[in-house]
């Protein structure tokens, strides 16, 4: 990816919990229409376009699981020769509202890149523990993709963490809470965030039994932890990355 | 006085510092060493008359060192700067190392050669987008991995989920019973419905377009009394759509499954067909990948 080369003066880097500079810069008007309910989130999912070093088949196929966790997003699969910037022109002719990048870099560690198609906002996650569907045990089936998720944060205290909730929030439609609906369960904890997805099932006790029917959350879903690393700002007509912020992994909680 | 012979002697006998010894041969790390080997006749020190070509940001620079100024290192190397031409830098080389032995002057011309397609390659190479590759100390990995183990551990994530749904069960969030997915009970459903299948007229829909209506109080109701008793529906989806979710095709099949739902249970169907074909459609390039969904694990990755 191309990145810019920021100055010292615009970088900042993250030392402390400050709101303001984390996701300064940025314009949340449309966000919060997502957030809101107005607008429909569309995500697009891909790869790097170039095939990563170690393990090529790694970053299409997590893109490929993570489209059953967000709604309403599908899979693109990318030309060697296309740049970023016609990514992000075609999926803003078809009314996307994010893209997401995912990649295994030559450390064979997964990278994630939500963008923001509609303010520029681009968080850099480095995945940790990815678990695809097929590797849980006693996993359930997966719903239908036209049931949205119930989305659930938990523990985003810090005003940091609230941009960053955003972000994943800006990807996921707003919805009633009904029952049945798979709960996509983020939980940030020491910078890290866990996603987990859970929906409810019957379970049929066996004929001796009194109570016919009980309720039981099983697992449904992909398993990830995801640590912010940078925030950048994407421009969309270069389709190159500028640096805003890089977050330094020291011992305090920020994000 | 300087005397060629004897310094390389003294060099190659004893110690020099530039040389390296490899398998292949015997190097010389001398950066003004113009054939790169150590040889008596391409030593920088051995030569009081020594010429070479060297790189600097692109620009390829001649420097030429004679016996004259043997006594004066600072001033011993001259510079000139070679167009970037290549025919133009060779008569440049040829005017100024004429009665030059031929040798040198033929190592230099080939060197020039050998950094001139260098400087072509790299050029192309830049134009290119390649990965970087990340140095990650290990100290950093193996802390971030107990950080991370800490985490989770600390987070609890199993219990919290199971609690706070099982909570919310209790306090009534939901107001409608949540439906049940038992699977043979769907494929029975799925086996009648595909014989009816090819009398109904689909519906084409595109992924992720026809959508429950959410935020419209009206249609709450309906909707929510719908899915009460859409008990087959979503769970036969997935389970056409086990595999493969990229397919169009398989949304085609689901949507007349769903038409067909709809008119066996005589439900609100007329409102929901409505409403779907309202929607605005929006062609979706996604292209299908043949890849069944497989554990990263059975691939070793």
Partial sequence: MDLMITSSAEMKKITSLDDDKLWAGFDWEETDKILSGEIKPRTLITSYPFPAIRYPQRGPLIAQELVSVFPNSCYMRRGIRSKLHEVIAKAKKKHFTSLILTHTNSRGHDELIIISLLNGASAVFSVIDFIPRADIPNCANPLSRRIYPELHMKSFDSQASVGTARMIQALFPKVTSSGGRPVAWFQKQNNHIFFRSHRFCYEEALSGESSSVRRQVQECGPRFALKLKAVERVSFETGKFKLLCVVNHCKTDFV | ?301
């Avoid at chain 2, 400087?119 to 192309?124: A, D, P, Q, S």
């Avoid at chain 2, 429950?212 to 389970?239: C, I, T």
């Avoid at chain 2, 067909?260 to 062609?283: F, T």
Wanted: include cysteine.
């Fill in chain 2, 1 to 301: 006085m300087q005397h060629d012979e004897v310094i390389w002697q003294v060099i190659r006998r004893n110690h020099c510092s530039y040389m390296a010894k490899i398998e292949t041969g015997i190097f010389c790390r001398n950066q003004y060493n113009v054939t790169g080997i150590c040889n008596e006749s391409s030593c920088p020190l051995a030569n009081s008359r020594y010429a070479t070509i060297r790189d600097h940001d692109g620009v390829f620079y001649l420097y030429m060192k004679t016996i004259e100024r043997a006594h004066m290192p600072k001033n011993l190397w001259e510079r000139v700067k070679l167009p970037v031409n290549y025919e133009m830098a060779l008569e440049m080389i040829d005017k100024h190392l004429l009665y030059w032995p031929k040798l040198l002057q033929h190592s230099l011309k080939h060197r020039l050669t050998k950094m001139t397609h260098m400087r072509i390659r790299m050029r192309k190479l830049a134009l290119k987008t390649r990965e970087a590759v990340i140095p990650m100390p290990r100290r950093q990995i193996k802390r971030e991995a107990r950080r991370e183990i800490k985490a989770l551990n600390a987070a609890v994530l199993d219990k919290a989920i199971e609690n706070e749904l099982l909570e919310r069960l209790k306090t009534g969030i939901y107001p409608t019973d949540i439906y049940n997915f038992s699977q043979r009970a769907f494929d029975k459903l799925l086996n009648k419905e595909i014989v009816l299948n090819q009398e109904v007229e689909e519906e084409e829909e595109e992924e992720g377009v026809v959508e429950y209506v959410e935020g419209d109080d009206e249609l709450e109701a309906e909707e929510e009394e719908d899915m009460e008793d859409f008990s087959g529906l979503p769970s036969k989806e997935s389970y056409l759509e086990g595999d493969d979710h990229d397919s169009d095709d398989e949304d085609d099949d689901n949507a007349e499954e769903q038409v067909v739902i709809h008119k066996r249970r005589a439900l609100k169907k007329s409102d929901d067909n409505g409403k779907a074909k309202k929607k605005s459609r929006v062609v979706v390039e996604v292209e299908q990948d043949g890849d069944t969904r497989r554990s990263l694990k059975s691939l070793k990755l």
